[in-house]
């Protein structure tokens, strides 16, 4: 059974960078899309972007500027660095995984395994 | 503002049959498959409709999605206390190629 777990430091201070790491266990990260999602605090979910399994990166329009998604394929992890952090960047932070499912031939995706997310203050 | 609509809020009482709606557009919902999730409060979000109507592996059959045009819908039939969550909308929009969720909908089961 897949697992997903993130780590990193849970107070950053503004203007600073923001760096986590997502850690799969049961499965490699050599398949699928691997995404960051985050959830300021009373709020709803925003995409952060995915790295797909070759490596390959798709960042949120709003955040490209200052978001990398980089992958450890030797660790089995991916890793998330935004920059220039101020208070609004205050969330819960998930990893997930997006699963293509065989629909008639087809794959549909749907992000079916998720971290139990890890909350990131930023203040001084 | 999210991309996607969704009421803020539904309610409904124990066995009640509750929906929720979610309105997108053409770059989106109206291209592209919908998926639901549900965030117990202090949780992760759990994937709970996929593909518009299917149910992963665990799901009740309680649960149900459907979706006509740029709009999708989640029915809940037979309300559980348990149910009591953040029901979140999500699909591939085109325009911003990436993923985008409904502002969310919170369920009180009265």
């Known amino acids: 059974q897949v697992q997903l777990q993130e780590s990193g430091p849970r107070l950053v201070k503004p203007s600073e960078t923001l760096s986590l790491t997502c850690t799969v266990s049961?499965?490699?990260?050599?398949?699928?899309?691997w995404n960051w999602i985050r959830q300021p605090p009373g709020k709803g979910l925003e995409w952060i972007g995915y790295i797909s399994a070759s490596g390959t990166t798709n960042i949120n329009p709003s955040l490209k500027s200052r978001v990398t998604i980089s992958d450890d394929t030797s660790k089995n992890q991916f890793s998330l660095r935004l920059t220039s952090v101020t208070a609004a960047d205050t969330a819960v932070y998930y990893c997930?995984?997006?699963?293509?499912?065989?629909?008639?031939?087809?794959?549909?995706?749907?992000?079916?395994?998720w971290g139990q997310g890890t909350t990131v203050t930023v203040s001084s | 503002q999210s991309v996607l609509t969704q009421p803020p809020s539904a309610s409904g009482t124990p066995g009640q049959r509750v929906t929720i709606s979610c309105s997108g557009s053409s770059s989106n919902i109206g291209g592209n498959s919908v998926n639901w999730y549900q965030q117990l409060p202090g949780t992760a979000p759990k994937l709970l409709i996929y593909?518009?109507?299917q149910r992963p592996s665990g799901v009740p059959d309680r649960f149900s999605g459907s979706k006509s045009g740029s709009s999708a819908s989640l029915a809940i039939s037979g309300l559980q206390s348990e149910d009591e969550a953040n029901y979140y909308c999500a699909t591939w929009d085109d325009s911003l190629n990436g993923w985008v969720f409904g502002g969310g909908t919170t369920l009180t089961v009265l």
């Open positions: 049961g499965g490699s990260i050599n398949n699928y899309y």
């Open positions: 997930a995984r997006d699963y293509g499912f065989d629909i008639g031939g087809s794959e549909q995706y749907a992000m079916d395994v």
């Open positions: 593909n518009n109507s």
